[in-house]
């Protein structure tokens, strides 16, 4: 179980805040890995942290669980991060929390992609200039901060 559910238990349908990290894992002409989650919408690899990890070693180990992907730890570089009222998130079962969000940037490593599972549909490189309808706010947020600020390092959102 993880600590998530763990939680829930405890408190029920009140809010929880949650750390969590995410990747904006780009190529050299900028097109960005997107991960089709199985809710329909588009978004970034990532996800909550388990008890005892870092923000690093949450963004690693969800973009492997996620993708297939093995990031060089040494390639990873902290964006920026997120916190406050606008990452306000309703789980697909309705469970409310706050996200408060660790953002790495990587270059693509060039690695083979997992096949779709029941947490993932469907995984594709899109140009940061034509990015999906269905992208999470939060991460349609996170991904024009990339385009203005390039893999500029420490930005904090409010």
Same mark, same amino acid.
């Given at each position: 179980?993880?600590?998530?559910?763990?939680?829930?238990?405890?408190?029920?349908?009140?809010?929880? %805040?949650?750390?969590?990290?995410?990747?904006?894992? =780009?190529?050299?002409?900028?097109?960005?890995?997107?991960?089709? &989650?199985?809710? #329909?919408?588009?978004? @970034?690899?990532? #996800? @909550?942290?388990? @008890?005892?990890?870092?923000?690093?070693? /949450?963004?690693? &180990?969800? /973009?492997?669980?996620?993708?297939?992907?093995?990031?060089?730890?040494?390639?990873? =570089?902290?964006?920026?991060?997120?916190?406050?009222? *606008?990452?306000?998130?309703?789980?697909?079962?309705?469970?409310?929390?706050?996200?408060?969000?660790?953002?790495?940037?990587?270059?693509?490593?060039?690695?083979?992609?997992? *096949?779709?599972?029941?947490? /993932?549909?469907? @995984?594709?490189?899109?140009?940061? /200039?034509?990015?999906?309808?269905?992208? &999470?706010?939060? =991460?349609?947020?996170? %991904?024009?901060?990339? *385009?203005?600020?390039?893999?500029? &390092?420490?930005?904090? *959102?409010?």
């Amino acid at each position: 179980m993880s600590y998530f559910e763990n939680m829930r238990k405890h408190v029920g349908k009140e809010p929880l %805040l949650l750390p969590g990290a995410a990747v904006i894992i =780009h190529t050299a002409e900028n097109d960005i890995l997107l991960q089709k &989650r199985n809710d #329909g919408h588009w978004g @970034l690899p990532g #996800g @909550l942290m388990e @008890l005892g990890e870092s923000y690093l070693e /949450t963004a690693l &180990r969800e /973009t492997e669980e996620e993708t297939g992907v093995k990031l060089p730890e040494e390639e990873m =570089h902290l964006f920026g991060v997120f916190s406050g009222k *606008d990452y306000y998130v309703e789980a697909p079962n309705g469970d409310p929390y706050y996200a408060v969000t660790g953002l790495y940037t990587c270059k693509d490593p060039g690695q083979p992609l997992n *096949d779709a599972d029941e947490e /993932t549909l469907e @995984l594709r490189y899109f140009p940061i /200039t034509a990015l999906p309808q269905e992208l &999470r706010p939060s =991460h349609k947020h996170f %991904l024009a901060l990339f *385009d203005k600020h390039g893999e500029q &390092r420490g930005l904090l *959102d409010k």
